[in-house]
């Protein structure tokens, strides 16, 4: 609970200083858990490069962007009820998420050697159902977190599977 209190306050203080290092962190972790109880490489074995650039990502793209799309969501469609809730899953599954997917699964591709279209199938049978949930439940300020604390399922496949020999 004291970490969970501090991590509160540290928001609260610097909102987009801790949405980025969350998104980089929880990124990060996607990565060691996939390299660690997926691949069971080991602490020898483990590529800390690799998980560098999971990292990297989540500072420097993924958490930048999309906490940046949902100050923008909730600026257009404010409010909490479960209509705002539906209206700002449709708005980011049709706009957002096209073009946002569009620069992230070339970028991660390039990175790791991924096919786009390997991703955009998975992509597309989970996120729309997270988004909904996420707007609907989850206060502005932690929807980046409850994100990247689902992208960590999906960051180890991602990470599992761009390393495969």
Known sequence: MALWRAYQRALAAHPWKVQVLT???LMGLGDIISQQLVERRGLREHQ???TLI???LGCGFVGPVVGGWYKVLDRIIPGTTKV???KKMLLDQGAFAPCFLGCFLPL???LSGLSAQDNWAKLQRLWPAVQL???YLVPLHYRLAVV???AVVWNSY???KAHQP
Do not use: H, P
Request: glycine share 12%; proline share 0%; hydrophobic share 45%.
């Open 54 to 56: 999971m990292i990297s």
């Open 23 to 25: 998104a980089g962190s």
């Open 158 to 160: 991602l990470s599992w």
């Open 108 to 110: 991660v591709g390039t």
């Open 84 to 86: 705002d809730a539906l």
């Open 133 to 135: 949930a996420n707007f």
């Open 148 to 150: 990247q604390c689902v």
């Open 48 to 50: 800390t490069g690799r």
